[in-house]
């Protein structure tokens, strides 16, 4: 669904209703027609002032940008072309000890927030009805829910995305745990494969130089063994 920013009024030059007691209704609409265009242009003129103003706040802001990053690169040109290796030695050691570069990076944030909304946004907003008031059944719910929410609820998208973000991480919390227990342990694998039977115990032997496993069959198998782990 778009939403309009700038909607210029009146829409329609000509729409109006005629009083009864006008005897030239051409001459009537005529005046109502220009003064219908005067009221849009006037509008336009309102709206042209706001746009050059964003585009005005725009290009101070790429400007102020662009100026920060020349002033970074003269000032590493100037760091560059004062570097002599013939005088300045420098080890692997010391390269190696020093802190890597970290940028700071400043991260846009509440991009969307009623301080940052725009004003032809908020003269929208005025516009619209009140909701109806649904908090004054809120102290009757038994849930605990705001009466209000089930009506309208601004935050929803972002409590749906929070959701989704903690269900991601616990299902990668226990992906992780499943491989966890499911990873073979190394340095315990039996020779023999053809031992299936459901009576055939394994044992471990105490801790020695070098350790030992041990197989007991049942008395019916006639292929006792055992084998020694690497």
Not at 152 to 163: G, M, Q, V
Request: aromatic share 8%.
């Amino acid at each position: 669904m778009p939403l309009v920013k700038r909607s210029i009024e009146p829409r329609h030059l000509c729409h109006t209703v005629l009083p009864r007691a006008i005897k030239n209704e051409l001459e009537c609409v005529t005046n109502v027609s220009l003064a219908n265009v005067i009221r849009q242009l006037s509008s336009l003129s309102k709206y042209a002032e706001d746009l050059f103003g964003e585009l005005f706040n725009e290009a101070h802001s790429f400007s102020f940008r662009v100026n920060s990053l020349q002033e970074r690169v003269d000032r590493l040109s100037i760091s560059v072309t004062q570097l002599d290796p013939k005088e300045e030695e420098l080890s692997l050691q010391d390269i190696t000890m020093r802190k890597a570069f970290r940028s700071s990076t400043i991260q846009d944030q509440q991009l969307f927030a009623r301080q940052s909304l725009p004003i032809p946004l908020q003269e929208t907003f005025d516009l619209c009805e009140q909701p109806p008031p649904l908090n004054i059944l809120t102290p009757y719910r038994d849930d605990g829910k705001e009466g209000l929410k089930f009506y309208t609820n601004p935050s929803y998208f972002f409590d749906l995305w929070r959701e989704k973000m903690l269900q991601d991480t616990e299902d990668k919390r226990k992906e992780k745990r499943k491989q966890k227990f499911q990873a073979p342990r190394p340095g315990l694998q039996c020779a023999y494969s053809g031992l299936s039977h459901p009576s055939a115990a394994v044992h471990l032997s105490p801790p020695s130089p070098q350790r030992h496993l041990s197989i007991r069959l049942p008395r019916h198998l006639s292929h006792p063994f055992s084998t020694s782990a690497i």
